[in-house]
T-cell receptor
Framework: DGGITQSPKYLFRKEGQNVTLSCEQN?????MYWYRQDPGQGLRLIYY???????QKGDIAEGYSVSREKKESFPLTVTSAQKNPTAFYLC?????????????????FGAGSRLTVL | DAKTTQPNSMESNEEEPVHLPCNHS???????IHWYRQLPSQGPEYVIH???SNVNNRMASLAIAEDRKSSTLILHRATLRDAAVYYC????????????FGTGTSLTVIP
């Protein structure tokens, strides 16, 4: 079955360490996204990518970095510059239509990765 | 970002219909209305979307007001598995990539 795989599901980090969250999709989707969710809050966009080797900052990109070397992969690195990294991280992807992206395109999400800083 | 307003929480009895409202008074003519839901400790899942006309699928129905300034997600028979946070999102047709999730409506289903 096609879908999005995020790993690890749970991750613990010491302060000052960088960590990388994996996101892989086999849906052949063009766009990929990273969101952060804090307890009781909605989702906030960190980074997104419409095409390989290109990505854009979202609303809360500071302290995070991404790469998009392959269509199916969009890893997120949480750097030591992120002051409050404990959160639930969600990866998503979206297919484009024959005329590119439109308001009718929908997101498919992974199961999430929960990062805790000790 | 396109704004939507939803009640923070709602309750429903099991096997009864549920109407989840969403206000989007600043909607533009090309904005699509999307609904997603998120079960505890899981990623959100797509429920339904529409532009102007009412929409039905196997999960739910979407009723869109004639002036498009509000919409209602209808779950025809609530089950315990429908307990989740429901997000109403406006998606502009021409930006291509922005989904703005608010805090949604937390639905409790009472057995």
């Amino acid at each position: 079955d096609g879908g999005i795989t995020q790993s690890p599901k749970y991750l613990f980090r010491k302060e000052g360490q960088n960590v990388t969250l994996s996101c892989e999709q086999n849906l052949n989707h063009d766009a990929m996204y990273w969101y952060r969710q804090d307890p009781g809050q909605g989702l906030r966009l960190i980074y997104y990518s419409q095409i390989v080797n290109d990505f854009q900052k979202g609303d809360i990109a500071e302290g995070y970095s991404v790469s998009r070397e392959k269509k199916e992969s969009f890893p997120l690195t949480v750097t030591s510059a992120q002051k409050n990294p404990t959160a639930f991280y969600l990866c998503a992807s979206m297919a484009s239509g024959t005329r590119g992206f439109s308001g009718a395109n929908v997101l498919t999400f992974g199961a999430g990765s929960r990062l805790t800083v000790l | 970002d396109a704004k939507t307003t939803q009640p923070n929480s709602m309750e429903s009895n099991e096997e009864e219909p549920v109407h989840l409202p969403c206000n989007h008074s600043t909607i533009s003519g090309t904005d699509y209305i999307h609904w997603y839901r998120q079960l505890p400790s899981q990623g959100p899942e797509y429920v339904i979307h529409g532009l102007t006309s009412n929409v039905n699928n196997r999960m739910a129905s979407l009723a869109i007001a004639e002036d498009r300034k509000s919409s209602t997600l209808i779950l025809h028979r609530a089950t315990l598995r429908d307990a989740a946070v429901y997000y109403c999102i406006l998606r502009p047709a021409n930006t291509g990539n922005q989904f703005y999730f608010g805090t949604g409506t937390s639905l409790t289903v009472i057995p």
